[in-house]
């Protein structure tokens, strides 16, 4: 398992608590259209992420992910940062 694939399950793991409509979790899966969350939900979320990384994700950058892939790719960024 590659470190890549070491983080998405990683995040993953983090997005099943919200995941309250059991949809099918992909690399293309969209947080606010596929999984249906309000903003309240993203900011809860981003928290939790932010937590299990050690990372901060300022609210521009939060506001530019839309996908899982997406997502992935800023952790492992914002991990290369520290």
Known sequence: MTDRDETE???RDLIDP???KGVA???DTRFAQD???DSLTV???VASVE???DILISMNRAAEIETVDQ???AVRQLEGER
């Open 71 to 73: 997502l992935v790719d």
């Open 25 to 27: 979790i992909s690399g």
């Open 43 to 45: 900011m809860d979320f």
């Open 35 to 37: 999984l249906e969350w």
């Open 51 to 53: 937590d299990e990384f």
């Open 18 to 20: 919200f995941n309250k």
């Open 9 to 11: 399950a990683r995040i």
